[in-house]
């Protein structure tokens, strides 16, 4: 069975850092890529960052560039997002997901999710 | 940015057939996909790759596509229907993924 648990979410003041964990069991782990998607309060998903098999490629949308970062430990089976440079903005419930299929090429779109980690920015 | 653009709401009674739509671009040459999430729970993939369904799935839902609009249909609706479905899809280059606006599914 897929397992997806992160952890580290907090209150932190704006300007503040942050570092998430997703702890992965149940799947081959350097076989996927891997995501971060989060969720503002009563907001709609917004997707943060991709990491390749062996971290050699990630992606990230405009609004975290330069303040966010995506990693991995496969011999630790697990999943990283450091974020810096904390913004209000940046509250949201913050998923980890594994992206769908074994071994490909370029990132779809994740298949399996864990239940969340919020994240609150304010002073 | 490229955009996903989704019905806030959609509204159905038990029985009847809910159609979802989701507009964007790029969705000629990307997949779409759907997810279920039903509050305080983590999104559920329901279709993938524009009209497949993974394991567990019920029958009753199923993605179609046809041009720039894909669609995603629960026929027969249940109660247990009532939910945010958002749709997915990835930029022209693939790079980069994008979720729609989300649309909230009410059965009457």
């Known amino acids: 069975e897929v397992q997806l648990v992160e952890s580290g979410g907090g209150l932190v003041q704006p300007g503040g850092s942050l570092r998430l964990s997703c702890a992965a069991s149940?799947?081959?782990?350097?076989?996927?890529?891997m995501s971060w998607v989060r969720q503002a309060p009563g907001k709609g998903l917004e997707w943060v960052a991709n990491?390749?098999?062996?971290?050699?490629?990630?992606y990230y949308v405009d609004s975290v560039k330069g303040r966010f970062t995506i990693s991995r430990d496969n011999a630790k089976n697990s999943l990283y997002l450091q974020m810096n440079s904390l913004r209000a903005e940046d509250t949201a419930v913050y998923y980890c997901?594994?992206?769908?299929?074994?071994?490909?090429?370029?990132?779809?779109?994740?298949?399996?999710w864990g239940q969340g980690t919020l994240v609150t920015v304010s002073s | 940015s490229y955009e996903l653009t989704q019905p806030p709401s959609v509204s159905v009674s038990p029985g009847q057939t809910a159609r979802i739509t989701c507009s964007g671009d790029?969705?000629?040459?990307?997949?779409a996909y759907w997810y279920q999430q039903k509050p305080g729970q983590a999104p559920v993939l329901v279709i993938y790759?524009?009209?497949e369904r993974p394991s567990g799935i019920p029958e009753r839902f199923s993605g179609s596509s046809s041009g720039t609009t894909v669609t995603l249909t629960i026929s027969g609706v249940q109660a247990e229907d009532e939910a945010d479905y958002y749709c997915?899809?990835?930029?022209?280059?693939?790079?980069?993924?994008?979720f729609g606006g989300g649309t909230k599914l009410t059965v009457l």
């Open positions: 790759k524009d009209s």
């Open positions: 790029a969705l000629p040459k990307q997949y």
């Open positions: 990491i390749k098999q062996d971290g050699s490629e990630k």
């Open positions: 997901a594994r992206v769908l299929g074994e071994f490909v090429v370029v990132p779809a779109a994740p298949d399996y």
């Open positions: 149940g799947f081959t782990f350097s076989s996927y890529w």
């Open positions: 997915q899809s990835a930029d022209s280059s693939g790079t980069y993924l994008v």
